[in-house]
């Protein structure tokens, strides 16, 4: 299995601007996880679904923010409008079940100008 | 609320010593930890996990340890080489539907 994998790799937009961010969790997994890490907060959960469910999305900064599961091998996260104060690294996780033994993806770091 | 917190923000051991990352935790509940190992540019890679009905675990090169008295858990690694350096982290579950992550331990190895 290729593991989780997520796109884009690296991302630079301005301010404004509307983000995508994309996974395709492992094979058979049925919970996934999106995460955001940046040095002065670390890793924060941002939401997680359970067969594409959304379960918790207390996580999710604000509005501009959100996300979507309509299968069980694709998920995105949009930020719609783009702030510098979102410059991070977004992961995305998954599991065959709940919070155990996550799986990361090699992230996508974002940049907003 | 959940806290999962390290005692110490950066560890610096001899290759071929063994290093001990500690953390602790606060909340009660947790029934689920593991360990995750993130070397820099790339994703948090699993280590090891232990349940609560467990107070050891072992898997290659690595030990984990948990004492549910004093909520603490600990990472241990022997003969620490030097694609051993990264940060590691530590998580907990409470109920096991999401992670509560640590802020991290940076471990580098000295030649």
């Known amino acids: 299995d290729a593991g989780v994998i997520q796109s884009p790799r690296h991302e630079v937009t301005e301010m404004g601007q509307e983000v995508t961010l994309r996974c395709k969790p492992i094979?058979?997994?049925?919970?996934l996880f999106w995460y955001r890490q940046t040095m002065m907060r670390g890793l924060e959960l941002l939401i997680y679904?359970?067969?594409?469910?959304?379960?918790?999305d207390s996580g999710m900064p604000e509005d501009r923010f959100s996300a979507k599961m309509p299968n069980a091998s694709f998920s995105t996260l949009k930020i719609q409008p783009s702030e510098p104060r979102d410059s991070a690294v977004y992961f995305c996780?998954?599991?065959?079940?709940?919070?155990?033994?996550?799986?990361f993806g090699p992230g996508t770091r974002l940049l907003v100008l | 609320g959940e806290n999962v917190g390290l005692h110490l923000p950066t560890l610096s051991v001899q290759e071929g010593d063994n290093s001990i990352i500690n953390c602790a935790y606060s909340n009660s509940a947790s029934d689920y930890f593991i360990w995750y190992k993130q070397e820099s540019g790339k994703g948090p890679q699993f280590i090891i996990d232990i349940r609560s009905n467990m107070d050891k675990r072992q898997g290659q090169r690595v030990t984990v340890l948990l004492n549910k008295t004093v909520k603490h858990l600990s990472l241990q690694i022997a003969a620490t080489q030097p694609g051993d350096s990264a940060v590691y982290f530590c998580a907990d579950s409470p109920g096991a539907q999401k992670l509560v992550f640590g802020q991290g331990t940076r471990l580098t190895i000295n030649p």
């Open positions: 679904f359970n067969n594409n469910v959304p379960i918790d």
């Open positions: 996780a998954s599991s065959l079940s709940g919070a155990e033994t996550q799986y």
């Open positions: 094979s058979g997994h049925n919970s």
